[in-house]
């Protein structure tokens, strides 16, 4: 009893062939591998947002802490011309 032509049809039929496993296999690979890359990707972001979101609050405060100082500096500015002014014309 040998398989004929007919019987390779139907043997085509139910059965996967080496092509379009490779195919299957390979797409269900791509699918985990995206799937990962996003998850690492999204992680990435995450994390580089936050040191973003800390580095804007160091550089805030810096700003407001450079304000102060400016302020302070002037007021010490204009006394010591006041304590200059009282203490040279006198003499």
Do not use: G
């Not at 004929?4 to 092509?19: I, R």
């Not at 195919?23 to 699918?31: A, L, M, P, S, T």
């Not at 407001?64 to 100082?69: F, G, I, M, N, Q």
């Amino acid at each position: 009893m040998a398989i004929t032509d007919e019987d390779v049809k139907k043997l085509k039929k139910v059965f996967v062939s080496k092509t379009e496993l490779r195919k299957v296999v390979r797409e269900e690979i791509d699918d985990a591998l995206d799937e990962k890359l996003d998850a690492k990707f999204t992680e990435f972001k995450s994390q580089i947002f936050d040191h973003i979101d800390a580095f804007a609050k160091e550089s805030k405060d810096n700003e407001e802490e450079r304000v102060v100082l400016s302020h302070r500096v002037s007021d010490h500015t204009d006394r010591i011309e006041k304590l200059e002014s009282a203490v040279f014309a006198t003499a």
